[in-house]
């Protein structure tokens, strides 16, 4: 009996320290790991530094190249006006052709300097929202106006839908109008023939659908994803014609958001798209006062 309890108590204390053995293996292991996880967020924080200050420099390029295009750009578009005036003699038909497309390459142009600052400026946080209460008669009035010299020289209709039944808004008019300029003006490029039609409808009870449809190419679905990530461009024979910086729908999606509404579009190719932005029918104030 007595030898048992020897043996018992020996087993024990070999198990215990067997066990003690484990327990001091696995604290220096987690020791190890922490100081690993350590070195990691250590890491990851200067990465984040590092894509902190690579994002400022990049807004800050894109804003300061985008000022400095201006000037220049101004100077070549009042030159084109002068020149097409026939202020200093007349001009030729083909000097009048020649003058039309150094101004429609520095209007286009400026297009772009236009949408890359106001990238800049949204990654920089200097966007502001000013909403308003407005009727959207008067929002379609505006761009009808606005596009009505493209139409009359082109083979496509461009069609407003009166906004009959429909509240007021209050919302930021200027951004929503910049949205609505955006799908119309894409929607005119890539529609060589029949109509662009733009409407308005409530999507539930607190929020209203602008739709701007064509009857243009179309867009193949595996597209319709990445349409609205910078730089985006639509490949096809018709694209390869027509310049732009593959930012405005980007910049439609930026701006839905800061207005607190989303973008989408719907399409199949040689059939026609149609592009939307659902917002709020008043504008909620966290999102004036985030931005």
Partial sequence: MTDNLVHG?????????????????????????NQGVLALYAELDMQAAQLREA?????????YMSHEFRTPLGSILSIASLLTDELDGPLSPEQHKQV?????????????????????????GRISISPAWFDMFDLFSALRGMFRPIVDTSAVDLIFEAPKGLPRLYTDDKKLAQILRNFISNSLKFTQ????RVSASLEGEQEIRFAVSDTGIGIPPEMHEALFEDFSQVDSPLQKRLRGTGLGLSLCKRFAALLGGRVGVESQPGIGSTFYVVIPLAMAQEHVDES
């Fill in 193 to 196: 023939r029949g109509e662009v």
């Fill in 100 to 124: 039309a497309f150094v101004s429609t390459a520095a209007r286009e142009l400026s297009d772009m300097v236009d949408d890359l600052l106001d990238l800049a400026k949204i990654e920089a």
């Fill in 55 to 63: 994002s400022d420099l990049k807004s800050r390029f894109l804003s």
């Fill in 9 to 33: 108590g020996l087993d024990e204390s070999a198990e215990l320290r067997q066990l003690r053995g484990e327990a001091a293996a696995l604290r220096a292991e987690l020791e190890e790991t």
